[in-house]
């Protein structure tokens, strides 16, 4: 079965340093992925989408990537700030399927 | 440009009763899906409507029902509520299929006794 995972752990880094989230699935060929944030009590908000054919997407201080052949996509923060302190979600999809599957998320705390 | 609502935002019923959530789509939006999201999980996707039809639907049993009405706004209806129920559920709409970026509301929070 489908299955994404990301790192369940939270991941805490010091205020301006670089933060790397990891998203890994199998059984799985999406045509893309799609990455958003999620603040406590809030529904998830959608940051960034990446096609397969795209090795790597830039927004402003955000960067995600996309490895087909690795299965994985990486989302980095740079110069992280503690308003970047949130749960982050994954989630690859495909064209034909109107179903979004996220993964658990990874919470992210920046420490000033 | 109003986005997602829901209502109510709390909700507390207890083991056997029903529940009705509602979701108004973004502007413009005319695809409505329902999510429930444990706590510290990732949201689950129960179904989406388009054209007031039941499109998609994931691993939620048949106590899970839903409505689109011509206005595109949608309910969510649970019958017989279990305490693993208890949840937030999130509605989320969008506007191109293709891609089926989503844009949720805040979620409706249910807890059952």
């Known amino acids: 079965s489908q299955k994404i995972e990301q790192n369940s752990e939270a991941l805490n880094i010091q205020e301006g340093k670089t933060a790397t989230l990891t998203c890994n699935y199998t059984?799985?060929?999406?045509?893309?992925l799609q990455w958003y944030r999620q603040d406590p009590g809030r529904g998830p908000v959608f940051l960034l989408l990446?096609?397969?054919?795209?090795k790597e997407k830039r927004k402003e201080r955000l960067k995600v990537t996309f490895d087909t052949t690795l299965k994985q996509s990486l989302f980095h923060i740079t110069a992280s700030q503690p308003a970047d302190s949130a749960t982050y979600l994954c989630a690859p999809s495909n064209n034909a399927g109107n179903m979004l599957t996220f993964g658990g998320g990874t919470r992210l705390m920046v420490k000033p | 440009d109003a986005g997602v609502t829901q209502s109510p935002t709390h909700l507390i019923k207890t083991r056997g009763q029903q529940v009705t959530l509602r979701c108004s789509p973004k502007s413009g939006h005319d695809t409505v899906s329902w999510y429930q999201q444990a706590l510290g999980q990732g949201p689950q996707f129960i179904f989406q409507y388009y054209e007031e039809e039941e499109r998609q639907r994931g691993n939620f049993p048949d106590r899970f029902s839903g409505h689109q009405f011509p206005n595109y706004s949608s309910e969510l209806n649970v019958n017989a509520l279990l305490l693993g129920d208890s949840a937030l559920y999130l509605c989320?709409?969008?506007?191109?299929?293709?891609?089926?970026?989503?844009?949720f509301g805040a979620g409706t929070r249910l807890s059952v006794l």
């Open positions: 059984n799985y060929s999406p045509a893309y």
């Open positions: 990446i096609r397969e054919n795209e």
């Open positions: 989320a709409s969008s506007g191109t299929p293709a891609l089926n970026i989503q844009y």
